[in-house]
C-alpha cells in the first residue's frame, strides 16, 4: 500500500462531530513522542501534520484522510507535565472520549519512544485499549536514535512488557517500517468496526 492521496480534514474538539463515512485509525503516544512525523512519513507529506519541538502542541483530534478509504486521527499526547491539572485533564477526557465512542474506529497505533523506552503511561494506555477491546499494535518510533546492538535490546524490552502485542520498528529518518506499517493499517482499516454489548465495556482512562 501506498498513501498516494492524504489530506488534512479538520481538529475537531469532541468524538461526537467526527465524520462517520470512512474507518479510523488512532495514533496514540506520549507528548513530543513523533506522532506527527510518523503521519507525514506514511503519507509522504513533509508538513502535512504540523510538527513541533514543544510537547503538548496537539490539543485537538486532528484527522486526516488517507487515500479516500480512511481516516487517521492524530490524538493529544499524554504525559506532558508543563500543562495545568485542569487541561492535562481535559486532554485526558477528549482522548478516552474518542476512543470510547469513535464509531468508526479500527485499530490503534501506540507510538512509544524508542530511545526514551517503554513508560508507565504507554502501559497504562495499553491496558486501556485492552479493557476497551479496541486492536492495537506499538510503533517503536526514532529507532534510528540506537546503535544496532541497542535497537534490538530495546525491541526485546518492549516485546517482554507486552508480549501479547504486535511491535513494529520506525524511523521518520530512515523509513524503517513505512511499508509494514501501512500494509497493517489498511488490513485493519477493513475490518469490521466493534460492537458495544453493554455500557460497562465503555472505560476511562480514569479507571485504570
Not at 518492549?158 to 502485542?165: D, E, W, Y
Not at 500494509?183 to 476511562?204: G, Y
Request: hydrophobic residues 40%; contains cysteine; proline residues 4%.
Amino acid at each position: 500500500m501506498n498513501a498516494k492521496n492524504a489530506a488534512f480534514v479538520k481538529s475537531y474538539t469532541s468524538a461526537s462531530s467526527l465524520p462517520e463515512d470512512l474507518p479510523q485509525v488512532a495514533c496514540l503516544g506520549r507528548s513530543n513522542v513523533g506522532k506527527s512525523s510518523l503521519i507525514n512519513t506514511l503519507t509522504g507529506q513533509k508538513n502535512l501534520a504540523r510538527t513541533s519541538s514543544t510537547p503538548g502542541r496537539t490539543q485537538l483530534i486532528n484527522l486526516f484522510k488517507i487515500d479516500n478509504s480512511f481516516y487517521l486521527a492524530d490524538l493529544p499526547g499524554y504525559g506532558f507535565a508543563q500543562l495545568s491539572k485542569k487541561e492535562r485533564g481535559r486532554l485526558e477526557d477528549l482522548v478516552y472520549e474518542y476512543l470510547n465512542e469513535a464509531k468508526n474506529l479500527r485499530w490503534a497505533l501506540v507510538i512509544i519512544d524508542a530511545f526514551v523506552g517503554p513508560t508507565d503511561l504507554d502501559e497504562e494506555t495499553v491496558a486501556f485499549l485492552e479493557s476497551a477491546r479496541i486492536p492495537h499494535i506499538i510503533v517503536a518510533n526514532k529507532i534510528d536514535q540506537l546503535s544496532r546492538t541497542a535497537q534490538i535490546q530495546r525491541y526485546d524490552e518492549i516485546k517482554s512488557r507486552f508480549p501479547a502485542v504486535q511491535v513494529v520498528p520506525f524511523s521518520s529518518v530512515t523509513g524503517l517500517g513505512k511499508q509494514q506499517l501501512l500494509t497493517l493499517i489498511q488490513e485493519k482499516a477493513t475490518q469490521r468496526p466493534r460492537t458495544w454489548t453493554s455500557d460497562q465495556e465503555c472505560v476511562s482512562l480514569k479507571a485504570i
